[in-house]
């Protein structure tokens, strides 16, 4: 499709302007720019019909399945979006005298105990803008703790080599030194590799659970008191809450801090730019280091901010994506105590029921047919037999209307497709892909080589990812 | 399968070393780079940077992820191969003549493999 620019025609707009009702004021000729910038001069009628064409091309929950895994791509109730478009929440800035906008921050402060009380945690922040934003900002509580502590010696953060990428990317950018450790058999945490890793200069272990292979480790508890008897802290990598809210609390299984992701496990806008937000908890005893200001209640109920004396200071303009929290909220009330649970688990049984399904059909499982809300499927014994790969199969689902799984991730598993169905698809939906599944693995069987040019439908194919890494380009080129 | 040059010495994390009059050079191994897929990025240390025997001192990205890449000795940065940040495909293409950093003050050299016990390590690996 065309470029803006090139749908361009000059002196074409739709700019009309009232008349001027203000004294006209000369400008200083130095202040003025000699050149019209370079903007496409089209009509609003084909600026909307460039969007609307772009948006075609997209694919969205809202257009079909999308399993991919570790992005818990649930459905977003549309009562979220209601709430958060109520005048009292929209219309209002955030210098107005916090006696003017009670309602607001009531809001944050139910969010901030309902999180709490899902996460097993004391307090809670809900700054940070996304789940990598929030890793970071609970790696400076951890680095605050030590240094409050007189202990400078805490340089080192340990992550499974199974950890989602930002984990030791944000342990780099909070000053640490990332110490990975291998998984076991099981695809959990290696006991006796975290043992020899941990000492006087471990500052924190980070951990995703259940992990990225869709697996609950079954020593957590022991995971956290090695890292404890070291003198190290334990950080929740909350990306896979999703599989155990309501059932299972990381402040119960022994980590001091969490962030949680409301974009994937509360059902807020995720992709297309979110926006994100990845509030982060802890214990009280790392309450002191939250970014302020926060939420505080005083007895008559007033709420009001405060600075938490020792914090390590703003890590966002403000409260935070404050709407999307609204959403959030919206979501926890709307299941309520049960429905929280609920959805856990029927995202469990649905990664269960697809898993065995799959299995069934002849995909390889590489740890098991028992999952939690996702699992991998090693697409390695399928490539050696046929050729088709990871990244062919996910391309050929394109072609059926639905958005690939997440490829070649976790890192421990070569051609590893990872599935996440969330617990807003219908059992019809799941019995299709298996279909779909089956299909592309007797292609694969019949005629490999045509999967290679997979897909076929779409207006764009195989981009060339190397090529545009390499050698970007990163504006318009004019012709001139 | 990979090449393996025979005079050359490597490393279990797949760098490949050479040594000529108390200088290292280190690179990463064609079965590395046939791993890791087509390199995008590559950042190098600086000369006068100090380098661990067994931990990073570079890192490669490739379309599908960032990996470190491991020091086979303890020293210090005496040249870097800056050409490699215009053309991490070069990786790709000579890796064996794409080498990254040369050490020298080298006070300590980590388990090193000759060609044969590397191209053993290869097999399991695979």
């Known amino acids: ?480 | 399968m990979s090449t393996i040059p025979a005079e050359l010495r490597y490393t279990t994390s797949h760098e490949w070393v050479s040594e000529e009059d108390g200088t290292y050079t280190i690179g990463l191994t064609d079965y590395a780079q046939d791993a890791l897929g087509d390199l995008v990025f590559v950042n190098l240390p600086q000369e006068g940077d100090e380098v661990t025997a067994g931990e990073a001192f570079a890192d490669v990205e490739s379309v599908k992820a960032v990996s470190d890449v491991f020091s086979p000795v303890t020293g210090v940065v005496v040249e870097v191969n800056e050409a490699l940040l215009d053309a991490p495909e070069s990786i790709n293409e000579d890796p064996y003549g794409a080498w990254f950093v040369r050490v020298g003050e080298v006070s300590e050299v980590g388990e090193l493999l000759d060609a044969d016990a590397y191209a053993a390590h290869c097999e399991q690996e695979a």
Not at chain 1, 30 to 55: I, K, N, S
Not at chain 1, 162 to 182: D, E, I, L, Q
Not at chain 1, 202 to 229: K, S
């Open chain 1, 1 to 480: 499709m065309k470029l803006l620019f090139e749908r361009s025609v000059a002196g074409r707009g739709q700019t009309v302007f009232p008349q001027l009702d203000v004294p006209e004021v000369a400008f200083d000729q130095a202040l003025l720019r000699r050149d019209m910038p370079r903007l496409p001069q089209m009509a609003e009628v084909d600026l909307g019909r460039h969007y609307t064409e772009l948006a075609s091309q997209t694919h969205g929950v809202n257009d079909g399945f999308y399993p991919l895994g570790s992005c818990t791509m649930k459905y977003n109730p549309r009562v979220n979006e209601q709430v958060a478009a109520l005048p009292g929440f929209t219309d209002i800035h955030p210098l107005q005298p916090v006696e003017t906008a009670q309602g607001c921050l009531r809001a944050m402060h139910e969010l901030e105990a309902m999180l709490c009380e899902i996460c097993g945690m004391d307090a809670m922040t809900l700054q940070p803008a996304a789940g990598a934003h929030g890793e970071y900002t609970g790696l400076l509580l951890i680095r605050a703790h030590h240094l409050a502590n007189g202990d400078t010696a805490r340089t080192k953060i340990i992550v499974p080599d199974s950890a989602h990428g930002t984990n030791p990317a944000s342990a780099v950018m909070a000053g640490f030194t990332v110490v990975s450790v291998p998984s076991n058999a099981q695809g959990g945490v290696d006991l006796d590799a975290l043992r020899a890793a941990v000492g006087p200069d471990t500052a924190g272990l980070m951990l995703t659970n259940p992990n990225t292979l869709g697996l609950f480790d079954p020593n957590i508890l022991q995971i956290c008191q090695i890292v404890h008897e070291a003198g190290g802290l334990c950080y929740y990598d909350g990306a896979n809450l999703n599989a155990v809210m309501g059932h299972a609390r990381p402040g119960d299984m022994g980590f001091d801090c969490v962030h949680v992701n409301l974009h994937k496990t509360f059902s807020t806008p995720h992709g297309g730019g979110g926006p994100g937000s990845g509030p982060v908890g802890c214990k009280a005893f790392l309450a002191p280091y939250l970014p302020g200001p926060r939420v505080a209640q005083d007895a008559d109920g007033h709420l009001s901010f405060e600075q938490p004396e020792q914090s390590v200071g703003k890590v966002r303009s403000f409260y935070g994506n404050f709407l999307v929290a609204v959403r959030a909220l919206t979501y926890i009330l709307t299941l309520g105590r049960e429905g929280i649970p609920e959805a856990s688990s029927t995202a469990v049984l649905n990664a269960n029921y697809l898993a065995h399904l799959l299995a069934e059909a002849g995909y390889d499982l590489p740890y098991g047919e028992r999952c939690m809300h996702e699992f991998v499927i090693d697409c390695g014994p399928l490539k050696a037999k046929t050729g088709v790969s990871a990244m062919d199969v996910a391309k050929r689902l394109l072609d059926f209307g639905i958005h690939p799984p997440t490829m070649y991730f976790p890192l421990i598993v070569h051609e590893a497709l990872m599935v996440e169905p969330t617990e807003t698809e219908a059992r019809e939906t799941l019995d299709e892909f298996v279909q779909m599944m089956t299909a592309i693995l007797e292609e694969a069987h019949t005629d490999g080589e045509r999967l290679h040019g997979a897909p076929f439908t779409c207006p764009i194919g195989r981009p060339d990812e190397v090529t545009a890494a390499r050698k970007p380009h990163l504006r318009y080129e004019f012709g001139e």
